[in-house]
């Protein structure tokens, strides 16, 4: 390895120890995302593909190197730039975990993977997730965000009068986590995780998107929006829906984002938007 690329890794190595030192002696010592302008961990659900992954961000300024680590201060992932991206540097980090499958169930193809919610869980600490940068001028940034268990129910688009109805989506907050629910009153006995139906959450996040293949610049007119946790309804725009083709087939997605920012989303297929001649697979 170069040692230009070395030296600013044995740095934040020197650095991340002294730190880790100081706060086993000192208690909140660093306010969360204090150097990063915003910084996250959260698990994300699918209720109904029944499929679960681990997200972060770390969004700082002018950034060569970044990294996170878990409660254990062990860790879990690290970049370097180089060459043009060095001279440009970096600022917002945004990565999801591959989403397996969370029951045997849901398996079509052989090598579909399942991790149960369980499993998931188990792979997973509670607890305050650090994030470490190297900056332009050998600046040190430290941010630390809380994952927690809490996760709130999959939004309900099947009650009476919920769904999408040509121009509305409306729908109500649910009780369980979907597809993923298979243990889930083991684990709530356990006190592993929280019932869901009484999970905060802080907002809905409301996605109406054309259904198509990858590639096609159809899906690439999606409108999305948060609402607050008392809105219920979204009335999606006339020209937005205007400026689809006709026959087009749309999926609606509703999440549920929680306090502790931890998501769990709801879909529905196969809704024909501006319908001639019907839409089909085709």
């Not at 950034?63 to 992932?77: D, E």
Request: proline share 5%.
């Amino acid at each position: 390895m170069n040692p230009q690329n070395i030296l600013p890794i044995r740095l934040l190595a020197l650095a991340t120890a002294a730190f880790f030192g100081a706060a086993m002696t000192t208690a909140n010592a660093t306010e969360p995302c204090d150097d990063f302008g915003e910084c996250k961990t959260l698990i994300e659900i699918n209720s109904t593909d029944g499929d679960i992954g681990f997200h972060f961000l770390m969004d700082g300024d002018d950034l060569l190197y970044g990294a996170l680590y878990n409660p254990k201060h062990r860790k879990i992932f690290s970049y370097l730039v180089r060459r043009e991206l060095k001279e440009q540097t970096l600022t917002e980090t945004f990565a999801e975990s591959a989403e397996p499958l969370c029951d045997l169930s849901l398996v079509e193809e052989e090598d579909d993977e399942v991790v149960t919610l369980e499993e998931f869980l188990g792979r997973w600490s509670e607890g305050t997730y650090h994030f470490f940068g190297i900056s332009e001028g050998w600046e040190f940034s430290h941010g630390e965000t809380e994952l927690m268990f809490d996760l709130p129910a999959a939004p309900d688009l099947e009650c009476v009068g919920c769904g999408f109805d040509g121009s509305v989506i409306s729908w109500e907050g649910g009780d369980d986590l979907g597809e993923c629910s298979e243990g889930l009153q083991d684990l709530i006995d356990d006190e592993v995780l929280p019932d869901p139906e009484g999970v905060a959450v802080a907002a809905w996040e409301v996605v109406f998107e054309p259904d198509v293949d990858d590639g096609d610049p159809l899906g690439a007119l999606v409108f999305s929006i948060r609402v607050p946790v008392g809105q219920l309804s979204v009335t999606v725009p006339p020209d937005y829906l205007a400026s689809l083709p006709n026959d087009t087939l749309a999926k609606v997605e509703v999440g549920a984002i929680g306090v502790e920012d931890n998501a769990t989303f709801t879909e529905i297929f196969d809704i024909c938007v501006k319908e001639v001649d019907g839409c089909g697979d085709d």
